[in-house]
């Protein structure tokens, strides 16, 4: 059973970076599509961008020009870098995998429990 | 301003059946698959219907998904009260290269 576990600081100040990592255990990272999904408070999911194991990437146009996904397959974990935040960014940011091998938009399954990110000094 | 557009809320009573719409785009909806997931308070969501129709295991027969054109639906059956949660759909958009979400609904037994 694939479980996912974000980690990272749960206070960023202001025009800082956001870094998160998310540690894959009980399979491997290899072959699978590994997302970021954030949630405001009170709101809905936005898709932040996606990393697969040979370490291409593609991110929501939206955050683009602000965001970095990378993967380490030696550790089992992917990361990401959201830089110049500011109090928009708070969110609970979750981990997830696409639910299908080799795919992605077929699902994503399983989530990590989600990392509460509050930006503010 | 979400790209996918659900209703807000909806509601039942134990026992109904409920449909919970989703509506979209030639570039999303209109090409590719539709995924639904549901969110009980304080939790991460969980992959409810995927490719439109599929169920993963361990989800009751109660949920059931459809596509046609450029719009979906989750339909649950036999309304049970832990079905109060919020419903997302979602699908792969080729325009933005990426995946959209619904704004969500949210379902009310009462």
């Known amino acids: 059973q694939v479980e996912l576990q974000e980690s990272g600081p749960g206070l960023v100040r202001p025009s800082e970076t956001l870094s998160l990592t998310c540690t894959v255990s009980?399979?491997?990272?290899?072959?699978?599509?590994w997302s970021w999904i954030r949630q405001p408070p009170g709101k809905g999911l936005e898709w932040i961008g996606y990393v697969y194991d040979s370490g291409s990437t593609k991110y929501n146009p939206s955050l683009k020009s602000r965001v970095t996904i990378s993967i380490d397959t030696s550790k089992n974990q992917f990361s990401l870098n959201l830089r110049s935040v500011t109090a928009a960014d708070t969110a609970v940011y979750y981990c997830?995998?696409?639910?299908?091998?080799?795919?992605?938009?077929?699902?994503?399954?399983?989530w990590g429990q989600g990392a509460r990110v509050t930006v503010s000094t | 301003q979400s790209v996918l557009t659900q209703p807000p809320s909806a509601s039942g009573t134990p026992g109904q059946r409920v449909t919970i719409s989703c509506s979209g785009s030639s570039s999303n909806i209109g090409s590719n698959t539709v995924n639904w997931y549901q969110q009980l308070p304080g939790t991460a969501p969980k992959l409810l219907i995927y490719?439109?129709?599929q169920r993963p295991s361990g989800v009751p027969d109660r949920f059931s998904g459809s596509k046609s054109g450029t719009s979906a639906s989750l339909a649950i059956s036999g309304l049970q009260s832990e079905d109060e949660a919020d419903y997302y759909c979602?699908?792969?958009?080729?325009?933005?290269?990426?995946?959209?979400f619904g704004g969500g609904t949210r379902l009310t037994v009462l």
């Open positions: 997830a995998r696409d639910s299908q091998i080799g795919m992605i938009g077929e699902g994503f399954d399983p």
């Open positions: 490719r439109n129709n």
């Open positions: 979602a699908a792969w958009d080729d325009s933005l290269n990426g995946v959209v």
């Open positions: 009980g399979g491997s990272i290899s072959n699978y599509f």
